[in-house]
């Protein structure tokens, strides 16, 4: 058994609110046998572009038993093959104010309706994070962009939108989802920056996959956020809205970068949009340890002494809007909404 699979295994265990009767349940309310629901799921998964190795009857099998709670692709790709949330398929219990029997119908008429109503159901996943932080401004653009994708044109100032957040939390996730509703181009930090920084390291006589030195704190992340703005102010000097992910956590805890920034974006006409997502400890790890990226080697074998470290209750010191990702509750219904437009990657 991998590590990654030993991990979902003991999270499995200790998992609240799971109950994994519901997806029989389901499952059989479809007319499906293991062997049918693992054909289905294996081709919503390759559709979606999720990973759900094998899929065969005795692993469905098992995750209907409470043998094994199902992986984040797993979850994702039942969740699509049901068209329903992570709480209906009973793999959790839902978050205060989760939205729950969202319907959605294929997207074969123009844009209004049950299509409409879905995207403004999870853009409703953007919440204000301080009282002072604008509390629909961003929704509306986002929502305006999509519309205006199908027939050109746009009123409103570019965006630069930050999504920042703690490692695991799902920023690149969400990010896209932005992405493929506005056409907004993403710019995010680790495939931009990854092989500079893998290099930079190795020729300091470092790990290339070092994250959590302070070799790495002081040399080189610099270097990769440098980065990562310099390809945003070719897009900010082109007046072209951009989505930008990296987490942030050093730069959103300092107004006076974010004032830099955003007199830098004033300057060419670009307003300047600050989103957190807010996740729990255990579905960061889920995530982390799923994805088995190399630069989270240590993280994952030192899982308590960096958890010490992290605060899932830190919050940006600038305004800022939130997304509620717990428990994954954010990028299942993203999933959801991408499906129906054909655009789940």
Not at 184 to 211: F, H, Q, Y
Not at 248 to 264: G, H, K, M, T
Request: hydrophobic share 40%; aromatic share 8%; proline share 7%.
């Amino acid at each position: 058994m991998s590590r990654s699979e030993e991990a979902v295994r003991g999270v499995g265990k200790i998992r609240v609110g799971w109950r994994p009767e519901v997806l029989r349940a389901r499952r059989e309310a479809h007319g499906l046998t293991l062997e049918g629901a693992g054909e289905k799921l294996r081709a919503v998964a390759a559709a979606a572009g999720l990973t759900v190795p094998a899929a065969n009857f005795q692993t469905l099998w098992q995750h209907e038993q409470g043998e094994i709670y199902p992986g984040p692709h797993y979850r994702r790709a039942y969740c699509l093959l049901y068209r329903a949330t992570e709480p209906e398929l009973g793999f959790r219990q839902a978050l205060p104010g989760e939205t729950t029997g969202v319907q959605l119908a294929p997207y074969s008429e123009p844009l209004a309706g049950a299509h409409v109503l879905a995207v403004e159901r999870a853009l409703l996943q953007i919440a204000p994070g301080r009282p002072d932080s604008p509390s629909d401004d961003l929704q509306h653009r986002i929502m305006d962009a999509w519309k205006r994708r199908h027939t050109g044109g746009d009123p409103n100032r570019p965006t630069l939108v930050l999504v920042g957040g703690l490692a695991g939390s799902g920023k690149s996730e969400f990010a896209r989802f932005i992405s493929q509703l506005t056409g907004w181009p993403v710019l995010d930090k680790d495939p931009i920056t990854r092989p500079l920084a893998e290099r930079l390291l190795s020729e300091l006589g470092c790990d290339p996959n070092d994250r959590h030195s302070a070799l790495y704190r002081e040399k080189v992340r610099p270097l990769e956020y440098q980065c990562l703005l310099e390809a945003a102010y070719a897009n900010v000097d082109c007046s072209i809205s951009t989505v930008l992910t990296a987490p942030f956590i050093a730069e959103l805890s300092d107004p006076r970068w974010v004032q830099r920034l955003v007199n830098r974006c004033e300057a060419r006409g670009v307003s300047v949009s600050v989103m957190w997502i807010q996740c729990d400890l255990d579905t960061m790890r889920e995530y982390i340890t799923f994805r088995s990226a190399a630069r989270d080697s240590w993280k994952i074998q030192n899982w308590d002494e960096y958890a010490a470290t992290v605060d899932p209750e830190l919050r940006p010191s600038v305004p800022h809007l939130v997304v509620d990702n717990r428990l994954g509750a954010a990028i299942s219904l993203t999933d959801q909404v991408r499906q129906v437009f054909g655009t789940v990657h």
